[in-house]
T-cell receptor, first 116, second 115 residues
Framework: KNQVEQSPQSLIILEGKNCTLQ??????????LRWYKQDTGRGPVSLTI?????NTKSNGRYTATLDADTKQSSLHITASQLSDSASYIC???????????????FGAGTRLAVHP | NAGVMQNPRHLVRRRGQEARLRCSPM?????VYWYRQLPEEGLKFMVY????????ESGMPKERFSAEFPKEGPSILRIQQVVRGDSAAYFC?????????????FGNGTRLTVT
């Protein structure tokens, strides 16, 4: 079973609308949760990083939330733009106690399409 | 201030040939990670290296795959005797020495096609 599950798999919204993407994880213990944006044919780009003690983190129109008790996170995109069309990937850091090395476990991503 | 550089961007190999993928980390980064991405799937960890050392290769197949990060020069992911199942996008990422909660910076990947 995948340790990081994202929903929905894909989403279509109209430009200017808001949307929320979900992430459920079972990784434990974890040290941080990250959201990345991946444009087609490009590498992922970091949007937010939250430690287990943080509840929310914003980066412009992107706001991530984290509930470490229920092991859920969400990424909210406000006033979507055409350039927001991409895959959004939830990544959980599986803390291995060997020199503080964090092994990242990636979700399969949510593919967002913003239409005019 | 160049980001993580990967080359080539696209690589086509026939079954049985060797594939060499190169990754130059960001300036000042001494930690390199390699990931593989199949279509419609998430990135899968392959190997984590620091300069001249392999720290964790638990995600890399034991046969045909090898990785290195020499003192000088880029990190290399080498796939010997490629098979069709090796076709994928291979991403390299780097981070500064402090690791931990530092963000990973990804290159734009090498897309390997095995014919």
């Amino acid at each position: 079973k995948n340790q990081v599950e994202q929903s929905p798999q894909s989403l279509i919204i109209l430009e200017g609308k808001n949307c929320t993407l979900q992430c459920n994880y079972t990784v434990s213990p974890f040290s941080n949760l990250r959201w990345y944006k991946q444009d087609t044919g490009r590498g992922p780009v970091s949007l937010t990083i939250m430690t287990f003690s943080e509840n929310t983190k914003s980066n412009g129109r992107y706001t991530a939330t984290l509930d470490a008790d229920t092991k859920q996170s969400s990424l909210h995109i406000t006033a979507s733009q055409l350039s927001d069309s991409a895959s959004y990937i939830c990544v959980v850091s599986d803390l291995m106690f060997s020199g503080g090395y964090n092994k990242l476990i990636f979700g399969a991503g949510t593919r967002l399409a913003v239409h005019p | 201030n160049a980001g993580v550089m990967q080359n080539p961007r696209h690589l086509v190999r026939r079954r049985g040939q060797e594939a060499r993928l190169r990754c130059s980390p960001m300036k000042g980064h001494s930690h390199v990670y390699w990931y593989r991405q199949l279509p419609e799937e998430g990135l899968k960890f392959m190997v984590y290296l620091q300069k001249e050392n392999i720290i964790d290769e638990s995600g890399m197949p034991k046969e045909r795959f090898s990785a290195e990060f020499p003192k000088e020069g880029p990190s290399i992911l080498r796939i010997q005797q490629v098979v069709r199942g090796d076709s994928a996008a291979y991403f390299c990422a780097s981070s500064p020495p402090q690791g931990g909660n530092s963000p990973l910076h990804f290159g734009n990947g090498t897309r390997l096609t095995v014919t």
